[in-house]
T-cell receptor
Framework: QQQVKQSPQSLIVQKGGIPIINCAYE??????FPWYQQFPGKGPALLIA?????SEKKEGRFTISFNKSAKQFSLHIMDSQPGDSATYFCAASMGGSEKLVFGKGTKLTVNP | KAGVTQTPRYLIKTRGQQVTLSCSPI?????VSWYQQTPGQGLQFLFE???????NKGNFPGRFSGRQFSNSRSEMNVSTLELGDSALYLCASSLSVVSSEQYFGPGTRLTVT
């Protein structure tokens, strides 16, 4: 019930492509869903986050789509660039706690 | 604003020793959480502190402990180190405890030999 399942494990796209990373959860008490980007040797950086009352949120080239009934959410990266090559993590938490439950991560490679 | 800072950045210890890691949150942030990151287990929650009180603890043995000071700075301690404790230890801070945005530090890379 505490798990967040993330797929795919790795993803390779060409520059300009739109990589899509998917996450699924079981615990309906989760009410906050952030995405983090991590480069080697660095801590995770908050990219974008969504709450269940919204079906889509866009910030720059990053979009989260949220499907409450399916208990799934996904990250889309528009016009991907080689600089987007990193590991992406989805996460979830529930009200009253800062405890984040993370997916296993997706290693994205954007080829020039 | 300065980000989350963690010291030291790298640490090498021997099995059986103990270690203390330090975290300074973003100015004004009162909530601090700790995570362990390993290639096999990914990112796992250790503890969460707010106003010097531990609000939540992850599924780790009692060898892992932490505390938060009145200035919101936090420390975590691992006693009787084991080889499996080798990991990147990450600290995150946020303004409050209501599922808000958490910002991570660069981490402390602990190697146990």
């Amino acid at each position: 019930q505490q798990q967040v399942k993330q797929s795919p494990q790795s993803l390779i796209v060409q520059k300009g492509g739109i990589p899509i990373i998917n996450c699924a959860y079981e615990n309906t008490a989760f009410d906050y869903f952030p995405w983090y980007q991590q480069f080697p040797g660095k801590g995770p950086a908050l990219l974008i986050a969504i709450r269940p009352d919204v079906s889509e949120k866009k910030e720059g080239r990053f979009t989260i789509s949220f499907n409450k009934s399916a208990k799934q959410f996904s990250l889309h990266i528009m016009d991907s660039q080689p600089g987007d090559s990193a590991t992406y993590f989805c996460a979830a938490s529930m009200g009253g706690s800062e405890k984040l439950v993370f997916g296993k991560g997706t290693k994205l490679t954007v080829n020039p | 604003k300065a980000g989350v800072t963690q010291t030291p950045r790298y640490l090498i210890k021997t099995r059986g020793q103990q270690v203390t890691l330090s975290c300074s949150p973003i100015s004004g942030h009162r909530s601090v959480s700790w995570y362990q990151q390993t290639p096999g287990q990914g990112l796992q929650f250790l503890f969460e502190y707010f106003s010097e009180t531990q609000r939540n603890k992850g599924n780790f043995p009692g060898r892992f402990s932490g505390r938060q000071f009145s200035n919101s700075r936090s420390e975590m301690n691992v006693s009787t180190l084991e080889l499996g404790d080798s990991a990147l230890y990450l600290c995150a801070s946020s303004l409050s405890v209501v599922s808000s945005e958490q910002y991570f530090g660069p981490g402390t890379r602990l190697t146990v030999t």
